[in-house]
Structure formats: structure tokens, C-alpha cells
């Protein structure tokens, strides 16, 4: 038995010079929604509400109703790492230099007194700057980090996508639940570094160390089967 069950508006079928406006009114003295059920037997259609005389009419019309409640539904896609909405473009003056001041009371579990959006700044070769700095829950997705030295800075929840840190150095830094997907990586350096939780979906780990690194098994895994991890990178994971 196939049933479809569909809520409706009480006076959705009412109409002024229909002959079935006296049926329908009387359906409308509620205003709660109509919930009607078709159910396909053997011997015919059945529907909790005879919306018809004629039960040829009934079920016709619960058939184009099955019709319209699956043609309308609205489609369920799986979310990616990447289907992240993120708030706009900051406008405050000077934001790009957030970086150099970090979070006053950034934690390890995300936790920040003022948003950090570093989109699309250039911190190319910066050696000073951001060591030991808090970036917690940061938004530097498509930033340049190339050959800077951010060693012992805690990036907790912050997201990365598609930025580039090549050579940079994550020497004793806290990268706690970050997203580095499709991020540009090569030389990076992660030493005695806290890998708890961050994804590298797609990411160019090419020539990445990985020295005495703290990470999950699973994101283990997921690093692991990265084509563009390289042979001392998978030695240092202990990849199989």
C-alpha cells in the first residue's frame, strides 16, 4: 500500500462559485491544517477526506497532489567542507593588521573578543608579526602567509580554505579544528604541533614536515591517502 500524506490549508480548495462551497466552508471553520492522507490499495484509492462525490475524482486528485508535493520538494544536498556561509567582507580600517594583535582572550576552544576576518591580506614573509599570537576562529580563507613564521600562535576553529602558507613555519602552534582545505602548503613545517581535529581536504601538502605531531587517527587517515602528501611526510605520520 503506497499512502502519501499531505498538510494543506483548510480553505486552499474554497472557492466563491464553486457548487462545493458549502462542503468546503464547513472544512474552514478551523483554522488548523487539513491533513489528508491517499492510500493505493488493491481495490482502489482511500483518502481521510473526500475532497469529491465521485471516488474515480478522489483519486485522481490525490494523485496529482502525490505529483505536486514531490515535484515542489525541496531538494536535500550533502554538505562539503566547503559549504561554509561566511559573513562579508569586513570593512574596518586597517583589518589586515588584526593579525599583528590577535585575540585578547583567544582560547583553544575558539573563543575570541572581536572576529579576525584576514580575507584576501598579504603577510608574505613576515618573520615577527604573528609569532605567538591568538587567531582564534580567524576567517583567512584565500590570504597569503608564504615563508611567514607563525610558530606557537594558537588557530583554533579558524578557517583557512584555500589561503597559502608555503614554508610557513607551525612550530609549536595549536591548529585545533582549523579548515585548511585546498589551501597551498608546501614546505610548511609542523613540528611538536597540535593537529587535533583539522581537515587538509584537497590541500597541496607537498614537501610538508611532520615532526612530532598531536593528531586523531581518522584526520590521520584523511592526511595519509592526500596524493600530494609526500614520501617524508607519510614516514612522519607513520602512513601504511
Known amino acids: 500500500m503506497a499512502t502519501v500524506s499531505l498538510p494543506l490549508s483548510r480553505n486552499a480548495f474554497s472557492h466563491p462559485y464553486s457548487p462545493l462551497k ?77 593579525a599583528f594583535v590577535g585575540n585578547t582572550i583567544g582560547q583553544a576552544n575558539g573563543v575570541y573578543d572581536k572576529p579576525i576576518d584576514l580575507r584576501f591580506c598579504d603577510y608574505t614573509n613576515d618573520k615577527s608579526n604573528m609569532k605567538g599570537k591568538s587567531l582564534a576562529a580567524a576567517v583567512m580563507s584565500d590570504a597569503k602567509f608564504d615563508g611567514a613564521d607563525m610558530s606557537e600562535v594558537v588557530m583554533s ?24 582545505g585546498k589551501a597551498e602548503l608546501e614546505g610548511a613545517i609542523f613540528k611538536n604541533t597540535v593537529l587535533s581535529g583539522s581537515t587538509f581536504d584537497e590541500a597541496h601538502l607537498e614537501n610538508v614536515i611532520f615532526e612530532d605531531t598531536i593528531i586523531g587517527y581518522i584526520d590521520l587517515q584523511k592526511l595519509c591517502t592526500n596524493t600530494t602528501t609526500s614520501t617524508e611526510g607519510r614516514a612522519d605520520l607513520g602512513c601504511r
Do not use: Q
Not at 469529491?52 to 494523485?63: A, D, I, Q, R
Open 22 to 98: 458549502r462542503r468546503h466552508f464547513l472544512i474552514s471553520e478551523s483554522k488548523a491544517p487539513l491533513k489528508i492522507s491517499c492510500s493505493a490499495t488493491r481495490d482502489g484509492c482511500k483518502s481521510s477526506v473526500n475532497l469529491f462525490h465521485s471516488k474515480e475524482l478522489n483519486c485522481v486528485t490525490c494523485g496529482i497532489l502525490a505529483a505536486w508535493t514531490i515535484t515542489t520538494a525541496t531538494p536535500v544536498i550533502a554538505a562539503t567542507a566547503f559549504d561554509v556561509r561566511l559573513p562579508p567582507l569586513s570593512t574596518e580600517p586597517n583589518r589586515c593588521e588584526r
Open 157 to 180: 576553529k579558524a578557517y583557512a580554505v584555500g589561503a597559502s602558507f608555503k614554508g610557513v613555519d607551525f612550530s609549536n602552534v595549536v591548529l585545533d579544528r582549523v579548515n585548511f
